[in-house]
């Protein structure tokens, strides 16, 4: 088979494998893949013959056409659905949105064209329009306001102001973030579990200085009891937390 074609009529595999589809007159949805592929090989094979650089993305388009041809030979696959797996059809969702971009592209390009043949007029207002400005009556914008009108409405801008203080968040100082090193703090509980064999868990949290610290610890503990180095117990509900230690000299 023999198959004329220039490289740089085609922007990519995809681009190729449109132009093969709408030449054959295809439908895009029933891709005959053993013409196609053996089409797409004869172009490979011309720009080979050609001494000119076949690209990654072309030789990868060829291996997964062989795929699919393969595929094709043997029984269909069924998802889980029951229904038969087609090989093509991820090959076809990219046609179809490659098709769409390609579209759009022309469509833009038509719009620049259009846009081309549209010309403007450079401003060119005259100096006496652009230094022009309003006269403005100041007896005219206060009207028959007066300084205890003007003063009331100041007033009640003011009262506004205040009602959309909230009374409760205003008290609030900054929130400052509190830095912990996670490595020191590790090696600070560990340390204690391994010099006590019995202790209370809420001693531990005691000796802590934060709330974050609180945290840090409780996780550590919560490791540790994973890893199976302590053993946890609690006598009652709400009742105090007693750990033994498995590591204590």
Known sequence: MSLEVKLQVFEGPLDLLLHLIDKNQIDIYDIPIATITDQYLAYIEAMQSDDMDVTSEFLV??????????????????????????????????????????????????????????????????????????????????????????????????????????????????????????????????AYIREHSRFSFRQLLEKQHSKTEIIVTFLVMLEEMKLGEIEIEQETTFGDIIITSRKAS
Do not use: H
């Open 61 to 190: 388009m060829a291996a997964t056409l062989i795929d699919i041809k393969c595929k094709m030979l043997l029984p269909k696959e069924v998802n889980e659905e029951g229904e038969e797996e087609d090989p093509r059809a991820e090959l076809v969702e990219k046609l179809l949105e490659y098709k769409m971009y390609k579209y759009m592209a022309f469509e833009l390009k038509d719009r620049q064209m259009e846009a081309g043949l549209s010309w403007f007029r450079d401003k060119n207002i005259p100096k006496e329009v652009k230094e022009y400005e309003m006269p403005v009556d100041l007896s005219g914008l206060i009207g028959d306001a007066t300084l205890s009108k003007l003063n009331e409405i100041f007033q009640d801008l003011l009262k506004r102001q205040e009602d959309k203080v909230d009374p409760i968040r205003s008290k609030f100082g900054n929130i400052e973030k509190e830095e912990i090193d996670m490595d020191a703090k590790t090696l600070y509980i560990k």
